[in-house]
């Protein structure tokens, strides 16, 4: 039996689609944003935040605007580059980011014995060498602020004008999902950045769909994938926050389970068995860009939801748990209020659900819930994220 697949990469992560549906809008606005680096290159920098919650296309959107602005650059003469770092895969340190930058320059650059600060300076000589301009994505920009607080962004940002009169040559976009993140910034590094923010909605239903129908033809062979599959996995993905990373996945694994059964085509039966395994790897980044305590306290529920056959745990076990975990790592236990935020958070997340209960003796009382997850991976999960490395959670 022949595989159904075509061409699975075409659904992998890292493939990067020619077209973007939905986002024209978006992308154009990036362009009015970026205008003036091409009408009047080195007058002015700029800097971009694009937000939206995992799978909204923040990743392929600012690669596709970067493609379309080196190209329009090169058209120009402009000699323009464009260059997208991931924080994350980079440890969240502005050194191995930087020397990610400067590598694209000089591949043969020495690994060792420059500090962060350095590597910026030999950066922008870099730049004036080569009379050049630089846009750089700083893609789950998360980690870097986690790491190194406003530092990194403060050195970027301020880098053009400590050379008053020379060009500007660098500018940004900041990829983060929650904007909260700012607000661990210096109030100066914090009102440079948030001029421009674009926002990237969750996809609905529909939207999903079409990304799907694009891409079917090219990761699959033809009619073998039918519109009914098609609309249970984008309804899925819609419920799912949006989320065409999800949508994409779930499609991909429906395929793999179709191709095991020897199956003809792609069923919504394929897709509900593939439901259960693209939770976890879709989650595992989202867990980790939670705070510290926001970690803590999942590890706790997690535990908790082992240890019991319960479907949901009250807000006081769930404390009593929490303190417990903060006392094995040795972390101040955070108060009732900020716990509560942690709980209403992780909800809008979608990794607990949070429901309150207006039966029982005491009272309203707030219930927890684990939906989707084994709380035995969860647990997993989360140890990998908690090893006290170097005295950090
Ligand atoms: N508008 C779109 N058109 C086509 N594919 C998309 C679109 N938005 C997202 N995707 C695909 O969905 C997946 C998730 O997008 P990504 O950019 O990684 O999201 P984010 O960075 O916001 O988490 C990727 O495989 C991407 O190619
Ligand atoms: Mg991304």
Excluded at 136 to 155: A, V
Aim: aromatic share 6%.
């Amino acid at each position: 039996m022949r595989s159904l697949f075509r061409d699975e990469s075409k659904l992998d992560i890292n493939y990067t689609p020619r077209h973007l549906q939905h986002r024209d809008f978006q992308l154009e606005l990036m362009s009015q944003y970026f205008r003036h680096a091409l009408e009047t290159p080195g007058k002015m920098t700029q800097r971009v935040i694009v937000t939206g919650k995992v799978g909204t296309g923040k990743t392929v959107l600012t690669q596709h605007f970067g493609q379309k602005i080196t190209r329009e650059a090169q058209r120009r003469s402009i000699p323009l580059r464009y260059i997208h770092v991931n924080c994350r895969q980079n440890k969240g340190s502005f050194f191995l980011v930087l020397q990610r930058i400067v590598t694209e320059f000089h591949p043969t650059f020495p690994k060792r014995g420059y500090s962060a600060e350095e590597l910026l300076q030999v950066l922008m000589q870099i730049l004036d060498e080569q009379d050049a301009y630089l846009l750089i994505t700083l893609d789950e920009l998360e980690p870097l602020i986690e790491n190194e607080g406003s530092d990194p962004l403060y050195k970027l940002t301020r880098i053009a004008e400590s050379h008053p009169k020379e060009p500007g040559r660098l500018s940004l976009i900041c990829i983060l999902r929650e904007l909260r993140w700012l607000n661990k910034l210096d109030a100066s590094t914090r009102s440079t950045l948030q001029s421009n923010i674009l926002t990237l909605d969750d996809y609905t239903q529909k939207q999903l769909q079409d990304i799907l129908n694009d891409r079917i033809p090219l990761a699959f062979r033809a009619d073998v994938v039918p519109e009914e599959t098609v609309m249970l996995t984008s309804e899925l993905g819609e419920e799912e926050g949006g989320n065409a990373r999800y949508a994409i996945e779930l499609l991909w694994r429906a395929g793999k389970y179709a191709d095991a059964e020897k199956s003809g085509e792609v069923t919504p039966e394929h897709v509900r068995k593939a439901v259960g395994s693209v939770y976890s790897t879709v989650r595992r980044d989202e867990i980790a860009t939670l705070a510290p305590h926001e970690k803590l306290l999942l590890l706790a529920l997690a535990r908790r939801f082992q240890q019991t056959a319960a479907a949901h745990l009250s807000m006081g076990d769930a404390e009593e748990s929490y303190r417990i975990v903060c006392e094995e790592f040795d972390e101040e236990p955070r108060g009732h209020t900020q716990l509560w935020k942690y709980v209403k958070r992780l909800s809008n997340l979608g990794v607990i659900n949070a429901t309150i209960s207006t039966s029982g003796v005491r009272g309203k009382t707030t219930l927890i819930g684990l939906p989707r997850v084994p709380a035995s991976d969860l647990e997993n999960e989360l140890t990998g994220f908690l090893k006290p490395e170097a005295g950090r959670i």
